[in-house]
């Protein structure tokens, strides 16, 4: 009880301004996550239609930085196939 009387519940329950019904509005609903979720979501949009992509600074088929092909297999095919298969069975 307050000096006047007039518990606090009771008191906040009597107002009836617009920044007590907002506040009100507020801690009783999911305004908050509501507000959160649209923020998030303008952000990705920003991202998505003004950010700039990152290109890569090399092409797939630059035939200076692909694997060179070997004249001479240093594996057999048979050995290849029994590694193959113990790395089945582990």
Same mark, same amino acid.
């Given at each position: 009880m307050t000096t006047s009387g007039v518990s606090r519940k009771s008191r906040v329950a009597n107002d009836t301004g617009l920044y007590e019904t907002l506040l009100r509005f507020?801690?009783?609903?999911? /305004?908050?996550?509501? &507000? !959160?979720?649209?923020?998030?979501?303008?952000?990705? @949009? /920003?991202?998505?239609? &003004? !950010?700039?992509?990152?290109?890569?600074?090399?092409? @797939?088929?630059?035939?200076?930085?692909?694997y060179p092909h070997a004249e001479v297999e240093r594996v057999s095919v048979c050995t290849s196939r029994e590694r193959s298969e113990i790395g089945r069975k582990m």
């Open positions: 507020w801690q009783k609903s999911y /305004a908050g996550d509501y &507000l !959160g979720l649209i923020l998030l979501l303008a952000a990705y @949009l /920003a991202i998505q239609f &003004l !950010g700039e992509p990152f290109h890569r600074m090399f092409r @797939l088929d630059d035939p200076r930085i692909q």
